[in-house]
């Protein structure tokens, strides 16, 4: 069967708006399904009402709703209680949970944390912060000239000393798709917990914590599908209770006297204050939205474009593909010979095309490769083989005008 692109492109009403616009920089923020828009709308416009509080009709069904979304994203990623997930701002909040309440406390001089060279700055800064301020380690495991994670340094890097491996499940520059359950099972050896990075894979690929062993899994709702300023962090359930609230407030507590204070178990005890419950019924509606599809249908449709847009690409000459792994998702990062990378997007802009260009928050990585900045294209389930020639065209524009 054919991917119904048409139709799902037409789900999403930015196209309608924008019928010019090709966009390709679903890796920084996908776009919004009508399903998701309306639920946020139809929430303030028909159901305005705080979750946790009130006993009239209209908080308990907010928070008979907000309290759902956890199920509906336990089935999204396999886990199988709905307390294990909590509702954050977003991948980079999740992480620095991660860090300054479990980790942190855990940390003494001379123990080691343990990431990747393609990290994200979101799962980089938080565990160097940290490192800092217990007087730990951070070991980084290098990526090869193709943009893979130099896995046969695991075993050396990993000991007893290491306390956390924070690793992300498809890099947001190089479009890796790296091997976690092989990582996860060599840190479990050690009895080391594993955070993954799912900003770039949940909703996109399946997951399963609970195949994976996953102890924490960060995410984002904005990038797959749903509204910016939610996320999630997912934690199992043994490591639950070690987790220590992060911000103090109502909402997270049990009892409260003015010496102490008991908290709620996980997940409430990291949701104080009045959560964005629009948003998370928005991530409800993008989760709903996700489960409709065929993900493997999907994955195809995106990979065929990513590789058709790589074959053209390197046919125009003067081109380097940043990372060129294997096993790799639909993320393409590249340089023009002698064109600046922002001079390449500025060029793609004029033409409505929707590029990135930078060091895309991985500023080690991309020096660790030689690379002061690449383009960066990234398809979604809306974009068309059209989208890739239109791109191809104005990138030989591109080089044209420079030339
Ligand atoms: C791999 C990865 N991790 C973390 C983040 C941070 O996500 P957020 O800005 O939604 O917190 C991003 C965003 O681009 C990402 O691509």
């Excluded at 600046?340 to 930078?358: C, Q, T, Y």
Aim: hydrophobic share 40%; aromatic share 8%; with cysteine.
């Amino acid at each position: 069967m054919t991917f119904p692109v048409h139709a799902i492109k037409s789900n999403f009403p930015i196209f309608t708006h924008r019928p010019e616009l090709v966009y390709l920089d679903n890796a920084a923020t996908s776009q919004k399904p009508l399903s998701v828009i309306q639920t946020i709308t139809d929430f303030y416009t028909k159901e305005n009402a705080n979750v946790h509080r009130g006993l009239y009709e209209l908080s308990s069904r907010a928070t008979k709703r907000y309290e759902e979304v956890r199920k509906k994203v336990i089935s999204l990623i396999g886990a199988s209680n709905q307390n294990t997930v909590a509702f954050t701002k977003g991948t980079t909040e999740s992480i620095n949970i991660v860090a300054y309440s479990f980790l942190k406390k855990k940390l003494k001089a001379g123990d080691k944390v343990v990431i990747s060279a393609m990290e994200h700055h979101a799962n980089l800064i938080p565990w160097q912060q940290v490192c800092k301020e217990s007087g730990a380690l951070l070991e980084i495991i290098p990526v090869n000239e193709v943009g893979e994670l130099r896995l046969e340094l695991l075993d050396s890097l990993l000991d007893k000393r290491v306390k956390l491996l924070a690793i992300t499940h498809i890099s947001n520059v190089l479009g890796t798709i790296n091997p976690i359950e092989e990582i996860v099972f060599k840190a479990h050896k050690l009895k080391i917990p594993v955070l993954i990075d799912g900003a770039q894979s949940v909703g996109h690929y399946p997951i399963d914590v609970k195949k994976l062993d996953i102890d924490f899994l960060a995410f984002s709702a904005h990038k797959m599908f749903g509204p910016l300023g939610t996320g999630v962090l997912y934690c199992k359930e043994a490591l639950a209770p070690h987790v220590d609230p992060h911000t103090y407030g109502g909402g997270s507590i049990k009892n409260v006297e003015f010496e102490e204070t008991e908290f709620l178990d996980y997940p409430h005890k990291l949701e104080a204050g009045t959560p964005n419950i629009p948003g998370v019924l928005g991530l409800g509606a993008a989760v709903d939205y996700i489960q409709q599809l065929d993900i493997h249908e999907a994955i195809h449709h995106t990979k065929n474009l990513t590789i058709s847009f790589k074959d053209k690409l390197k046919s125009l000459g003067g081109i380097t593909l940043v990372g060129q792994a294997q096993n790799f998702g639909s993320i393409v990062s590249f340089q023009v010979k002698n064109i600046h990378p922002h001079d390449v997007s500025g060029f793609l802009a004029h033409a409505n095309i929707a590029v990135r260009a930078g060091h895309h928050c991985a500023q080690p990585l991309l020096e660790s490769m030689g690379v002061p900045a690449t383009v960066r294209i990234s398809f979604s389930i809306y974009n068309t083989m059209d989208d890739v020639d239109k791109t191809i065209d104005a990138i030989l524009g591109v080089k044209k005008f420079w030339s």
